[in-house]
């Protein structure tokens, strides 16, 4: 698979194509193409950029809309090719088309049944956050700073509780659209890496600002405001009024998606590291 990665063979128009695409999101409102003008996504950048490429327009399709200021290590998209171009064309030529804040990592020839997020087995996201007295200039809109010190060991305990099929009305957004709040937490971990706290949490799908809502409930289980208890209760409770504030944007990385065996994708590589050694 890594030596077709950037392969110079031509691949027929109406090939679906799937790619992995990285992206800082600070400077985004979210992935989602929006109607308003002078709103810029990630999604929008990416159609344009491909679109060059083709010389026809592109639509492209994602595993995961973002919100306006998250990041992703491995967004995976797919569509398909208007036109007869290499592997090596969809990367290269789309790059040097991209701001360089987006970047697509590789493109595959997929089956035409492959839907980047309705193929998705799971999703892995990773909410970083900074514990250190005085905040980054470096990481300023790539991590989250939590100033008061973290028990990662309590707050890991904590996330033990959220695991399983369960009702997660109590981490929903108002907004969120979806038509059930049952999701499937099939692992989480709050983990110390140096001054870094991450919270890994992998489901079969996520709602609107799950994540953020379950990181600010574990970061004040971890900072001493919140019982282990609370967060017991603020699940059975099923309220999001009762939880606490949502956690920033900048913290937050879709960093991997799931995917059968079958559909023969590359896989992703661990992403903090990155951010670790600039700590």
């Not at 992995?20 to 109607?35: C, F, K, M, N, V």
């Not at 789309?94 to 997020?117: E, S």
């Not at 937490?185 to 799950?210: K, S, T």
């Amino acid at each position: 698979m890594a030596n077709s990665l950037f392969s110079t063979d031509l691949i027929a128009a109406e090939t679906r194509i799937a790619c992995r695409i990285e992206y800082d999101g600070s400077a985004y409102s979210g992935w989602q193409l929006q109607p308003h003008e002078g709103v810029v996504t990630v999604q929008e950048k990416v159609e344009l950029a491909l679109s060059k490429i083709a010389a026809h327009p592109v639509r492209v399709h994602c595993a995961g809309r973002t919100d306006a200021g998250v990041h992703a290590v491995s967004q995976i998209i797919h569509f398909d090719a208007p036109a007869t171009r290499s592997c090596k064309a969809w990367v290269i030529g789309g790059n040097a088309n991209l701001p360089r804040d987006i970047r697509i990592h590789w493109a595959v020839p997929v089956t035409k049944d492959f839907h980047a997020r309705f193929s998705a087995e799971s999703r892995c996201y990773r909410y970083v956050i900074a514990n250190t007295p005085i905040r980054s200039a470096l990481l300023l809109k790539q991590v989250t700073w939590h100033r008061c010190q973290l028990d990662q060991l309590l707050m890991d305990k904590a996330a033990q509780t959220l695991l399983g099929e369960r009702d997660f009305s109590a981490f929903r957004a108002a907004s969120c659209q979806s038509a059930s709040p049952m999701r499937n937490v099939q692992f989480i971990e709050v983990q110390r890496r140096g001054d870094l706290v991450i919270i890994e949490i992998v489901a079969n799908a996520f709602l609107h600002h799950m994540v953020r809502n379950v990181a600010g409930a574990l970061l004040a289980v971890g900072d001493g405001r919140k019982s282990l208890e609370w967060i017991v209760h603020l699940m059975a409770g099923r309220d999001r009024s009762l939880g606490v504030e949502t956690a920033p944007a900048s913290g937050l990385y879709l960093a991997d998606v799931e995917y059968s065996a079958h559909c023969r994708l590359p896989k992703t590589p661990y992403g903090p590291a990155l951010i670790e050694a600039k700590l």
